[in-house]
């Protein structure tokens, strides 16, 4: 090793541009540790060559750019609680007879993936608080990946190269959706056994293939015993397998398209301004992966989640009130509470009643949700590459459908949860759902002027000249050459805030 | 009359139970409430007349008939009327009001009296028999889960019944007033015609459902899905979001 | 620790002798911090110390809640004092690069693809691509094996003449365990438990219902039989408002008036629940007249077909 060490000396070799800085260095260092086992690898691999382009990649640096790291470290965590619990999962819907610590349930006939959930949380040690992290941070990765994806949409990051990524990350967020409801049923309770049934009703619904369809997936008419186990195979294979394909690629194209940065008076459109991703960028991000565990364990700790020995296991013909899904599904809950008793039957084709809420509008508003970047393109004639960020009042029309669509969101997820917000509220559910049926109509065309309007009186303002406080502040004294080296260049000008 | 004596304080429920329990099995359970009923009877019908004609008449009639204010209740019986009274849900004070738990109007003895005249009035249901320490919880669960869950709810916290109507929460449903709605029916509550043996063992799971353990943390999720989303949004999402802000805060 | 943060900054160094030399980035001066480093060390420390008790409570048979304290002091030690390390000890150059077209040069041979000896055989491209839809047909047929036709399933439930009503349990049933305003959720004998047979046999009392004259002599004395299987969604529909005789589903609040054959009167549901025929006999059990007359639960296309 100690020739290896030796070559950490700089000298031989071209030399190309900038290296001006060299004679300022110290003339000899003893390697560190680290640097000798990468030297160790390097030797044998020759990645040093890949991993230096990598490492002093510069990545734009503002916070909301976490966001979507946030949401790749709760998958991280899924991925690790959910090993764990596999070890003690048994995804089978026959009968068994409980016999653990849990009195009330003591003789009673329950599945055999329901008791094995039971065991965990009552008797694997640890095992409830893996469940219940692993519970709390599903609920919070389907919310960080809405955060990113409304920052990802609000500031236009989609826009042509990235409408590629976009298409990548609306499929991500239907798989986490997916990955998501199959977890949530896979403890076989009553709560999720009724959530299934409603799915199985939602699929038999879709007229000509529905029957067929439902049977294929669910193995026959509702309840089968295949169920528990191809939910199983679908949550810890097939989904996170797709998942993690699906996020590998959506992080190299980030990586090879370069980040997109905020206005600035030191960003372009042909330049890239930031941290290196070695070593500010990664200590950041690991940094944040253990506050994010840090938050998450806090809560699932201390919070208790979907009490499966409450509700007991899945029993066809019982029912508990309120019934929910969990609140990622809870708008398509919420489309099929809000839905009209419409079921014509036209030429002897019956179009039932939770189809055209739970099937076809769904589908509408996801395919609007993926097809948006080319929806926009087409709609503005804007066919450009875009590697700057827009303020959301730089595109009033764009920001305004976002809004609005985010009002929808909100009217359909309370109505998904309209029993216990009628209870709260007072008021009876009918009056609720009837309500959230206008709302339904009509906040998010309220939302859509008024966002427009704040936007567009916005844009002018601004426009006037007046304001140029969202510019941020420049301070670039550094560029990095094509093949990853660096140059000083002159200090950009910038108002320090 | 067992439950009336020793269902306050609880304590006194299980002694009594255990001891008058046994003896109750051997010797018959109509013999012990006919009983302990006579002895009591003449003294309370009196007093049960007048409290009855000072605070329940104007609505419900002399004779518990019925008047446009109120139903009749002729044959609303001991259980009817001990289980109205008990959770404090009669008197109401004035027609229009809707019926909601409270704490009781009258004393104990005042309500044994009422109860005596209402029963007096028809041929209603008597007090159901009910000692929850002997009951089985699992049963218990088994018929809670059948017959009570889907209004109640499975942790008992309850819920929208449609119509402006709400099954009440059992968390302060005692042993007796839980055997008593299920024998009468009370508002919009179907009736029940479970037997003795039942009656224990879902007023056991019932007291169950008082304290069931927690041993996940705090118990948001009796109201299920819904508390836990607004949480994972309202505490996870904005406590990440601000992590987040502090991570890329611009380094200085 | 300490001597590390005042060496100069390190350098990345070339991976092999003659290897393309990239000039190193300019030297900075590594902050000097003494507070942010002990506000990191601590992190750490708390950290390691939360990492060994967390590991005390569970060997000592743990306790979920502290157990999770622990942790989050353990986990958010590490990434508190790594955040602020990289935020006040890390020399946080801000740095420019030029951004890149994306797009690939033009070889010689012109596009990526640039392959005429392959595009020029049209004819056997389509042929190509007519094998591979053949074996896409072939290897969609294991799909079909993942379900039974649907046939006759949807149109039918357990209930036949002459079954006995059963509770949940396999007992028969008898008038009695039913007052007045009371129900029960029934199933057909040999079949307790069964998801299209649930059946909610209710009690309301003779002369109150309002069914057709044919359905009327379906419910003996009062007592009417309907499919508790939702026909919106198929939820059980469980909740039962015995002084207004309406049946609620608590997944959707489809509501069904039990005195009118169960016609829903709000939410989503179109379809009442079906009526089952049934006699009460004269030891007070019932037995079924047949099975339900049309589909339990919820639509599909061909529902009014008969199947």
Redesign the interface.
């Known amino acids: 090793m100690a020739d290896d060490a030796g070559r950490l000396e700089p000298g031989g070799g071209e030399q190309r541009g900038g290296d001006v800085e060299r004679s300022v260095l110290p003339p000899v260092r003893r390697p560190t540790e680290l640097e000798r086992l990468a030297d160790w690898f390097d030797g044998r691999t020759g990645f040093g060559r890949y991993a230096r382009m990598a490492l002093r990649k510069v990545f734009p640096d503002h916070w909301t750019f976490l966001l979507g790291e946030v949401a790749l470290f709760c998958f991280v965590i899924l991925l690790a609680t959910g090993v764990f619990m596999t070890f003690f999962y048994t995804p089978d819907s026959r009968p068994t007879t409980y016999h653990g610590p849990y009195a009330p349930l003591a003789g009673a006939q329950v599945s055999a993936a329901f008791e094995s959930v039971m065991r965990l949380s009552f008797e694997v040690r640890a095992g409830l608080l893996m469940r219940q992290i692993h519970h709390w941070t599903a609920l919070v990765f389907l919310g960080s990946i809405g955060v990113h994806l409304a920052r990802v949409f609000f500031t236009g990051a989609f826009r042509r190269p990235r409408d590629i990524n976009w298409l990548i990350g609306v499929t991500l967020l239907l798989l986490a959706l997916a990955e998501g409801f199959t977890g949530y049923s896979l403890p076989d309770d009553l709560l999720s056994g009724t959530g299934l049934r409603i799915a199985y009703s939602a699929a038999l619904s879709i007229p000509f293939i529905g029957p067929w369809l439902a049977s294929l997936i669910f193995g026959g008419e509702f309840p089968t015993l295949e169920l528990i186990s191809r939910l199983f195979v679908f949550h810890v294979m097939l989904l996170p397998g797709l998942l993690i394909g699906a996020i590998g690629t959506h992080l190299l194209i980030v990586y090879v398209q370069t980040h997109t940065q905020y206005k600035s008076r030191a960003t372009r459109e042909d330049n890239v301004v930031g941290l290196p991703f070695w070593p500010g960028q990664v200590f950041r991000s690991v940094g944040l992966l253990f506050l994010t565990a840090a938050v998450i364990a806090l809560i699932a700790g201390l919070i208790q989640i979907n009490p499966v020995w409450l509700y007991g296991p899945f029993i066809p013909y019982a029912v508990s009130s309120p019934a929910q899904p969990d609140w990622y599904v809870g708008w398509l809950e919420g489309l099929l509470r809000l839905g009209l008793p419409f079921e014509p039957t036209i030429l002897g084709v019956t179009i039932p009643s939770p189809f055209i809420p739970g099937i076809v509008i769904p589908g509408i508003l996801f395919t609007i949700l993926l097809l948006w970047p080319f929806i926009e393109a087409r709609a503005t004639g804007d066919h450009a590459e875009h590697h700057l960020l827009d303020w959301p009042w730089e595109s009033p029309i764009r920001t305004a459908t976002g809004a609005a669509g985010i009002a929808l969101f909100l009217v359909i997820t309370l109505a998904g949860g309209n029993d216990v917000i009628g209870v709260f509220l007072n008021v009876p559910v009918e009056t609720l759902t009837a309500i959230l049926r206008v709302l339904f109509v009509v906040l998010p065309v309220a939302t859509w002027l008024l966002i427009y309007w704040l936007a567009s009186s916005q844009r002018r303002r601004r426009a006037a000249g007046a304001d140029t406080s969202h510019i941020r502040a420049g301070g670039v004294a550094i560029r990095r050459t094509a093949t990853g080296g660096f140059e000083e260049i002159d200090a950009i000008e910038g108002d320090a805030d | 009359m067992l439950a009336a004596v020793g269902l306050r304080p609880y304590g006194a429920l299980v002694l009594i139970a255990a001891t008058v329990g046994a003896w109750a099995l051997i010797v018959g359970p109509a013999t012990l409430v006919a009983g302990a009923g006579q002895v009591n009877q003449v003294a309370s019908l009196d007093t049960g007349r007048a409290l009855y004609l000072q605070g329940c008449a104007s609505c419900h009639g002399s004779a518990g008939q019925g008047t446009p204010n109120g139903p009749s209740i002729v044959d609303a019986g001991a259980a009817g009327a001990d289980f109205e009274l008990r959770t404090g849900r009669m008197p109401l004070a004035a027609p229009s009001l809707p019926e909601v738990r409270q704490p009781p109007a009258y004393d104990e003895a005042q309500i044994e009296a009422l109860v005596a005249f209402v029963a007096s009035l028809g041929n209603g249901p008597a007090i159901p028999d009910v000692v929850a320490s002997v009951g089985d919880l699992a049963r218990g669960r088994q018929i809670y889960i059948a017959n009570c869950a889907a209004c109640h709810g499975a942790t008992g916290a309850g819920g929208t019944v449609g119509g402006g109507f709400v099954a009440p929460g059992l968390d302060l449903a005692d042993p007796r007033t839980v055997a008593e709605a299920t024998v009468v029916g009370p508002g919009p509550m179907p009736a029940f015609a479970f037997d003795r043996q039942q009656l224990d063992d879902l007023a056991a799971y019932v007291e169950e459902l008082h304290h069931p353990p927690h041993p996940g943390g705090l118990p948001v999720a009796e109201v299920g899905p819904v508390a836990e989303g607004f949480l994972a949004f309202f505490v996870g999402i904005v406590t990440l979001v601000a992590v987040a802000r502090w991570t890329g805060r611009a380094p200085r | 620790m300490n001597d590390r943060t005042t060496?100069?900054p390190?350098?990345?160094?070339?991976?092999?002798?003659?290897?393309?030399?990239?000039?190193?980035?300019?030297?900075l001066a590594i902050p000097e911090n003494p507070m942010a480093e002990r506000i990191v060390g601590a992190a750490f420390v708390a950290a390691l110390l939360a990492g060994f008790g967390l590991l005390g409570v569970?060997l000592l048979?743990?306790q979920?809640?502290v157990?999770?304290?622990l942790?989050?002091?353990?986990?958010?030690g590490?990434?508190?004092?790594?955040?602020v390390?990289?935020?006040?000890l890390?020399p946080?150059?801000?740095?420019?690069?030029?951004?890149?077209p994306?797009r690939s040069e033009p070889d010689e041979e012109g596009g990526v693809l640039a392959a005429p000896a392959i595009t020029r055989r049209t004819m056997l491209i389509r042929l190509m691509a007519a094998a591979f839809a053949g074996l896409g047909a072939a290897l969609a047929i294991p799909?079909?094996s993942?379900?039974?036709?649907?046939g006759r399933?949807?149109f039918v439930t357990p209930w036949r003449s002459g079954l006995r009503l059963v509770d949940?349990q396999g007992a028969v049933v008898h008038r009695?365990?039913?007052?007045?305003?009371?129900?029960l959720?029934v199933?057909p004998d040999g079949s307790p438990?069964?998801?299209?047979g649930?059946t909610l046999l209710i009690n309301v009392g003779a002369g109150l219902l309002q069914v057709a004259p044919d359905r009327l002599s379906w419910a003996p004395e009062g007592f009417v039989a309907y499919s508790?299987v939702c026909t919106?969604?198929?939820?059980?529909v469980?909740?039962?408002?015995?002084?207004?005789h309406?049946l609620?589903c608590?997944?959707?609040?489809s509501?069904f008036d039990v005195l009118r054959g169960a016609v829903?009167t709000?939410?989503?549901?179109?379809?009442p629940l079906p009526q089952l025929p049934i006699k009460l006999q004269s030891d007070g059990t019932f037995v079924a007249l047949g099975d339900f007359t049309e589909p339990v639960?919820?639509?599909?296309?061909?529902?009014?077909?008969g199947g």
Not at chain 3, 176 to 183: A, H, K, Y
Not at chain 3, 193 to 196: F, K, R, V
Not at chain 3, 299 to 304: A, E, G, Y
Request: aromatic share 6%; proline share 11%.
């Open positions: 060496e100069r390190e350098r990345m160094r070339r991976s092999a002798p003659g290897d393309r030399q990239e000039p190193d980035p300019p030297p569970y048979g743990g979920t809640q157990e999770a304290i942790l989050t002091i353990c986990l958010g590490i990434g508190a004092g790594i955040i390390w990289s935020q006040a890390l946080n150059r801000i740095v420019s690069e030029t951004r890149h994306l799909v079909f993942l379900g039974p036709a649907p399933d949807l949940d009695d365990q039913i007052p007045m305003g009371g129900l959720t199933f438990g069964s998801a299209d649930q508790k919106h969604a198929g939820c059980p469980g909740l039962y408002r015995a002084s207004l309406s609620i608590p997944c959707h609040q509501t829903p709000g939410g989503p549901a179109v379809r639960g919820p639509s599909f296309w061909n529902i009014h077909s």
